[in-house]
């Protein structure tokens, strides 16, 4: 496990050998499940992973590997705080669609509404500008499109025929 590790820890280290690692940390808390540094071990490596997994949009998947810890530590308090983060993010209020505001970067856009599930974007490339599209599911169940125009929002959809505001 000692070389998993090693290889897992460099600064040059793949997903694979992150992945072999977590196995085999795995593996060792499945076989020895009261052993306490090596359940903390495989503890922080979810949490990661799950922050890992929300980073890319994919809040379903980390919702997952939150509950996974909490069911063996329900009083982790990051636990807690990454589930209720990818929870909210998992689909967005017309209040945050509020929130947004024309020349708005594509990262202050993510900072409110996280960043969108992955395969739910567009981008087309025009002669003089890139028009780049993510899509949300809402709260009440339908579908809102933020619009970038060269990185820059000039526009947001509450639903796919709808405008929700005049930007100015």
């Known amino acids: 496990m000692l070389r998993h590790k090693k290889a897992a820890v460099a600064p040059d280290a793949t997903p694979q050998q ?6 085999s940390v795995g593996a060792f808390v499945k076989k020895h499940p009261n052993h306490g540094r090596a359940r ?3 503890q922080r490596i979810q949490l ?9 949009g994919r809040y379903q998947d980390s919702v997952r590997f939150y509950r996974a810890v909490l069911a063996h530590d329900p009083d982790n308090a990051a636990a807690h705080r990454g589930l209720a983060d990818a929870v909210a993010r998992l689909a967005i209020s017309r209040e945050k669609l509020l929130a947004l505001e024309k ?17 739910w974007t567009a981008r087309a490339k025009r002669r003089d500008s ?26 947001a959809e509450e639903n ?9």
């Not at 992150?18 to 196995?23: G, L």
């Not at 890139?130 to 000039?154: C, I, M, P, S």
């Not at 796919?160 to 100015?168: E, I, T």
């Open 130 to 155: 890139v028009v780049d599209a993510w899509y949300y599911r809402k709260t009440d169940g339908g579908v809102a499109g933020v619009y970038f125009r060269d990185g820059e929002l000039f526009a």
């Open 40 to 42: 903390e071990v495989y």
């Open 18 to 23: 992150k992945q072999v690692y977590a196995d």
């Open 103 to 119: 020349g708005m970067s594509q990262r202050q856009v993510a900072h409110i509404l996280g960043k969108p599930i992955p395969g």
């Open 160 to 168: 796919s025929n709808a405008k929700l505001a005049a930007m100015n």
């Open 48 to 56: 990661d992973f799950a922050q890992e997994l929300s980073a890319l």
